[in-house]
T-cell receptor, first 116, second 116 residues
Framework: EAGVAQSPRYKIIEKRQSVAFWCNPI?????LYWYQQILGQGPKLLIQ????????DSQLPKDRFSAERLKGVDSTLKIQPAKLEDSAVYLC??????????????FGPGTRLTVT | AQSVSQHNHHVILSEAASLELGCNYS??????LFWYVQYPGQHLQLLLK??????LVKGIKGFEAEFIKSKFSFNLRKPSVQWSDTAEYFC??????????????FGTGTLLAVQP
């Protein structure tokens, strides 16, 4: 079974520029997650989708971050404008569903963003 | 708020040594507990998980973890490590199940280096 795909793998931008990340979850997985992992820290959930609806975006900095999951499959995460503190690895994960207590999240390789 | 503490940030062991990585969480209710591993250059993978039942859970590659509810702990163990176990290990907790949001709260990770 193909895993979670993410692109690009690396991105370097200057502060105040915009950037977008793409994620394709495992086929059939209804739930999709975006995490931010800052160097030296564990991943932190930014947003969770169930199909194409948002379940949890409580930790998403909505003044600069946005995410969408059209048609309940692929997802994009955008940052506009970027700040130096946004430098991190952005991880996408998917699971069959949330709420059953028996799910497992499968992670993609991540996109390493450097803001200069 | 839920939190996860991993006491060891860096661990260096020789091959065949025994491993124990500490993990404590703060949440008084029902929890699901996980250990994820990230090998160099690879994505996060699930090592093992605890949902209910036997508090001693076995995972892949000879790893096991014991859930001690009274101590809010879920320590990871392996009797004899190999060079190939060199990786970063993350403990994570998901509080409650049956709800729509099942975000994982991660610890800061432990970097394990196994010397041949």
């Amino acid at each position: 079974e193909a895993g979670v795909a993410q692109s690009p793998r690396y991105k370097i931008i200057e502060k105040r520029q915009s950037v977008a990340f793409w994620c394709n979850p495992i086929s059939g997985h209804a739930t999709l997650y975006w995490y931010q992992q800052i160097l030296g820290q564990g991943p932190k959930l930014l947003i969770q989708f169930q199909n194409n609806g948002v379940v949890d975006d409580s930790q998403l900095p909505k003044d600069r971050f946005s995410a969408e999951r059209l048609k309940g499959v692929d997802s994009t995460l955008k940052i506009q404008p970027a700040k130096l503190e946004d430098s991190a690895v952005y991880l996408c994960a998917s699971s069959t569903e949330a709420g059953t207590g028996l799910y497992e999240q499968y992670f993609g390789p991540g996109t390493r963003l450097t803001v200069t | 708020a839920q939190s996860v503490s991993q006491h060891n940030h860096h661990v260096i062991l020789s091959e065949a040594a025994s491993l124990e990585l500490g993990c404590n969480y703060s949440y008084g209710g029902t929890v699901n507990l996980f250990w994820y591993v990230q090998y160099p250059g690879q994505h996060l993978q699930l090592l093992l998980k605890y949902f209910s039942g036997d508090p001693l859970v076995k995972g892949i590659k000879g790893f096991e973890a014991e859930f001690i509810k009274s101590k809010f702990s879920f320590n990871l163990r392996k009797p004899s490590v190999q060079w190939s176990d060199t990786a970063e290990y993350f403990c994570a907790v998901n509080a409650g199940w049956g709800g729509a949001t099942n975000k994982l709260i991660f610890g800061t990770g432990t970097l394990l280096a196994v010397q041949p």
